[in-house]
C-alpha cells in the first residue's frame, strides 16, 4: 500500500518527462556535405529542371550562373581541372538539347573523369518531355552516389474540388517534383488515397488502389493507370478506408466499420493472384477509432492511430502469422507530442513520419527508431499532414491543410526546407509516391 | 513528527507538480491526467483480470474462420461484456453493389418536406460522437418510429467532422458518429439491415467559415432516404 502512494505521487513527473525537452531540435544527419554541381545548359527548360532535381535529391547541390554573360563564358571554358576547382565547384555538368534530343557530359572536378551521359530523344511513345529530363537527372545522381535517385518517380494524389455545389475529387499524378500533372480517374464521384502497390506481380502489374465514394459507402477500388474508372476490390460489408499495402505485397491493412465501429483489418494478399482468404478484424476497443494503418518494411508490424486513450496516437501491433498463439496488443509509440495522426513507415524500416499537433498546428514529426527520438521536421501557421516516403527514405511529400487551399509540398530530412511542388485550383491531397 | 514530515514531502511534490504544469497550457495537462486516468483504469481491470483490449486470433484454425463467414472478426466476448452501447454490424449487402437490392446513394435523396422535421441534422461535440442531449434522443426516437411504420424505408447515415482534425482521423471520426446514431435506431427496433452508414470526415463542410459556429454545424450526421416499391 505504501508503494502504490509513492508511485502514484511519482507518476505524474514520470508522464510528463518525455514533453520537458520538446523545444530541442535534433537533426537527423550530419553536417551538409553534398557535392556542388554546376550547371551549363543553353535549353532553360531543361537547366531549370536539372536545376531543381540536383538541387533537391538530398545528395548533391545544383548551381548555375546568374547572369547570361557569366554562363556564356563559362560554357565555353574546357574542363580544366585546376580552373573549375578554383571555381569550388565538385563536378561540371554541360547539357544540350538538339532537335528533339538532349546531351550530356558529367566532368568531375575531384579525379578530372570526363563522363558521356546517354543521350535521350525527347519524343518517345507515352513519355513526356519532362519525364525523359528527368531520367537524365537520375543517371547524373546514379553516377555520382551509385545509388537510384527519386528524379524518375511519380506521385499520386486525390484533388478535390465544388462542382455545380457538389464535392468531387479524382485521383491525380504528376512528376515527383509537381510538374506534369494528369487526371487518372474520370469517376465523377469522390475518389481519395491513392496506394500503389510495392511489389510487382501478375495481379498488381500496372494498377493502384484508391478509396470511391461512388456506390454511398466508401470502398476500396482498383484500377489500371491507363484506365477512367476502377473496380471494386474487397467484397468486404461497411466502409473501407484507408488502405496500406506491406512492401513484400502480400498484406493489406484498411479500416473497415464491418463490425459497426472504425476498426483496423488486414487483408492477405499475393501479388500475382490477388486476394488469398479473407479479410481479419485485426483490432477494435470500445468507444476507440483506429485509423491510417502502415507496415513497417519487413511486413511484422503496423503502426497505426488509435485514440484509445483519447488523444490519437501511433500504436504498433503484429501483424499475426498462422499457428501464433500470442494476441498481439498494440503498444503506444509516440508520446512526445499530441494529436499524433498519419503515420508512414521509411522504405529502410528507420524512421516513421506522422503529424502531430505542436503550439497549436499540426507539424510533420518523424519517430527515429535508431535513436528513439521524436524529431520536428516543419514550422509555422499551417496545418501539415498525411506525409509519405520516397523510396530512398530521406524525402517526405506531405499536404497542408489551410483553410482555404490544400498544397503538396516536399522535404528533404537533410535539409528541412519545404518546397511547393503543387499550385493551381483544387484541394491537392493524400500524396503516394511511386515505389 | 513522521507524519508531519510525510506531509511537508507530500505538499512539496504537489508545488513541484504545478510549477512543472505551469510551463504547458491548462488543456495539455488535461490531457495528460485524461491519458493517465485511462491507463491506471485499464490496468486495475487487467489486476483484477478483467481483459480490456480485445483479443486476436489465438490458433492456426481460426485462421481460416467458418466457410460461410465473410470475414474472421475479433473474439467478441470482451467487447460486448463491458460496451454500454453495443455496435451493431453493417448490414452483409452494400448498397449498389452487383447483385444488391438496394441501389447506390445516388437514389437515396434527402428527406422531402414533410419528412424534413423527422430526419433533422443531429449535431455532436467537438470530438465527441455521443448524442448530446434530450431533444437529440426524442429525435432519434421519432425516427426508428417511423422507420417501423414504414417498412420499406432505406436510410444513409451521413457522418461528418468540422475542419480542426486531420483528415485521416476524421473519416474514422466520422464513421463512429453515424455508426452511433445507427445502434441507437437498431435499439429501437429498427431493421438494422434499412440503415447504411458513410463517413465524409471533414471533406464536405455545410459551412465553409472557420468560427465555432462554422464548427459546430459541421460536425454532424446527415441523413438521405430511400423508399424501395
Redesign the interface.
Known amino acids: 500500500m505504501r508503494n502504490d502512494f509513492w508511485i502514484l505521487i511519482f507518476l505524474p513527473f514520470l508522464l510528463r518527462a518525455h514533453d520537458v525537452d520538446q523545444n530541442i531540435v535534433v537533426n537527423l544527419t550530419k553536417q551538409d556535405t553534398s557535392p556542388v554541381i554546376y550547371i551549363s545548359c543553353d535549353c532553360p527548360e531543361l537547366r531549370d529542371l536539372l536545376l531543381f532535381d540536383l538541387s533537391h535529391n538530398g545528395v548533391t547541390k545544383g548551381m548555375s550562373q546568374q547572369t547570361e554573360e557569366e554562363a556564356q563564358i563559362l560554357s565555353k571554358t574546357p574542363f580544366l581541372l585546376p580552373f573549375w576547382q578554383s571555381k569550388g565547384y565538385d563536378y561540371v555538368l554541360r547539357a544540350c538539347a538538339l532537335d528533339q534530343w538532349i546531351f550530356g557530359t558529367l566532368f568531375s572536378c575531384r579525379t578530372g573523369k570526363i563522363r558521356e551521359i546517354s543521350s535521350r530523344c525527347l519524343e518517345e511513345e507515352n513519355v513526356s518531355k519532362r519525364c525523359v529530363m528527368h531520367k537524365m537527372s537520375e543517371e547524373i545522381e546514379t553516377l555520382i552516389t551509385q545509388k537510384k535517385g527519386i528524379s524518375g518517380s511519380h506521385i499520386y494524389y486525390a484533388v478535390q474540388s465544388l462542382e455545380n455545389g457538389q464535392w468531387k475529387s479524382e485521383i491525380w499524378t504528376a512528376d515527383y517534383d509537381g510538374k506534369n500533372a494528369r487526371q487518372l480517374t474520370q469517376e465523377r464521384s469522390y475518389c481519395i488515397h491513392p496506394t500503389l502497390f510495392p511489389a510487382k506481380g501478375r495481379f498488381t502489374k500496372n494498377k493502384y488502389l484508391y478509396v470511391n465514394y461512388k456506390l454511398g459507402q466508401p470502398k476500396v477500388y482498383i484500377n489500371s493507370f491507363d484506365m477512367p474508372k476502377g473496380n471494386m476490390f474487397m467484397p468486404i460489408r461497411g466502409s473501407q478506408l484507408l488502405p496500406a499495402l506491406s512492401y513484400a505485397g502480400d498484406m493489406i491493412a484498411f479500416i473497415c466499420d464491418a463490425q459497426g465501429r472504425a476498426d483496423l483489418f488486414i487483408q492477405p494478399f499475393d501479388p500475382d493472384r490477388g486476394l488469398v482468404g479473407k479479410p481479419m478484424q485485426l483490432y477494435s476497443f470500445p468507444h476507440a477509432v483506429q485509423a491510417s494503418p502502415s507496415f513497417r518494411p519487413d511486413g511484422k508490424k503496423i503502426a497505426f492511430v488509435s485514440d484509445r486513450d483519447r488523444t490519437p496516437r501511433v500504436y504498433l501491433i503484429d501483424v499475426p502469422t498462422a499457428g501464433d498463439q500470442k494476441s498481439p496488443r498494440p503498444i503506444c509509440l509516440t508520446r512526445k507530442y499530441r494529436e499524433n495522426i498519419c503515420p508512414a513507415w521509411s522504405p529502410d524500416g528507420k524512421k516513421l513520419a506522422y503529424s502531430a499537433k505542436i503550439g497549436g498546428f499540426r507539424q510533420i514529426v518523424v519517430y527515429d527508431f535508431v535513436n528513439q527520438e521524436e524529431i520536428q521536421l516543419t514550422w509555422g501557421a499551417t496545418h501539415k499532414e498525411n506525409p509519405c516516403w520516397a523510396s530512398n527514405s530521406t524525402h517526405i511529400i506531405f499536404n497542408t491543410a489551410a483553410p482555404s487551399s490544400s498544397e503538396l509540398f516536399l522535404i528533404d530530412l537533410k535539409k528541412k526546407e519545404m518546397v511547393q511542388i503543387t499550385s493551381g485550383p483544387g484541394r491537392k491531397h493524400y500524396p503516394a509516391w511511386s515505389p | 513528527m513522521k507524519r508531519n514530515l510525510l506531509y511537508l514531502i507530500?505538499s512539496l511534490?504537489v508545488i513541484?507538480?504545478l510549477c512543472?504544469?505551469c510551463?504547458?497550457s491548462s488543456g495539455?495537462v488535461w490531457?495528460?491526467t485524461?491519458?493517465?486516468g485511462?491507463?491506471l483504469q485499464r490496468k486495475g481491470k487487467l489486476f483484477w483480470r478483467k481483459d480490456?483490449?480485445?483479443?486476436?486470433?489465438?490458433?492456426?484454425d481460426e485462421?481460416?474462420?467458418p466457410v460461410e463467414?465473410?470475414?474472421?472478426?475479433?473474439k467478441q466476448e470482451d467487447?460486448e461484456a463491458?460496451?454500454v452501447s453495443?455496435?451493431?454490424?453493417?448490414?452483409?449487402?452494400?448498397?449498389?453493389?452487383e447483385g444488391s437490392s438496394i441501389p447506390?446513394?445516388e437514389y437515396?435523396s434527402t428527406p422531402s418536406p414533410e419528412l424534413a422535421a423527422l430526419f433533422k441534422t443531429v449535431h455532436f461535440n467537438t470530438d465527441e460522437?455521443t448524442v448530446r442531449g434530450k431533444g437529440d434522443y426524442e429525435l432519434i426516437d421519432r425516427m426508428a418510429h417511423y422507420m417501423k411504420k414504414n417498412p420499406k424505408i432505406y436510410i444513409?447515415i451521413s457522418g461528418h467532422c468540422d475542419?480542426r482534425?486531420?483528415?485521416?482521423?476524421n473519416?474514422?471520426?466520422g464513421?463512429?458518429r453515424a455508426?452511433t446514431i445507427?445502434?441507437l435506431l437498431v435499439k429501437k427496433g429498427v431493421n438494422p439491415s434499412h440503415i447504411?452508414?458513410?463517413?465524409?470526415g471533414k471533406?464536405?463542410p455545410v459551412d465553409l467559415g472557420?468560427t465555432p459556429d462554422a464548427w459546430a454545424k459541421n460536425r454532424r450526421v446527415e441523413f438521405k432516404i430511400f423508399k424501395k416499391e
Open positions: 507530500f511534490f513541484c507538480y512543472v504544469g510551463h504547458h495539455t490531457e495528460d485524461k491519458t493517465m485511462r491507463y480490456v483490449d480485445s483479443r486476436m486470433i489465438a490458433a492456426a485462421f481460416v474462420g463467414a465473410e470475414f474472421i472478426p475479433l467487447l463491458q460496451l453495443a455496435a451493431v454490424p453493417q448490414p452483409v449487402e452494400s448498397p449498389g453493389v447506390s446513394i437515396f460522437h444513409f475542419e482534425a486531420s483528415e485521416a482521423y473519416l474514422a471520426l464513421t463512429r455508426n445507427r445502434s447504411y452508414t458513410v463517413s465524409f471533406e464536405m472557420h
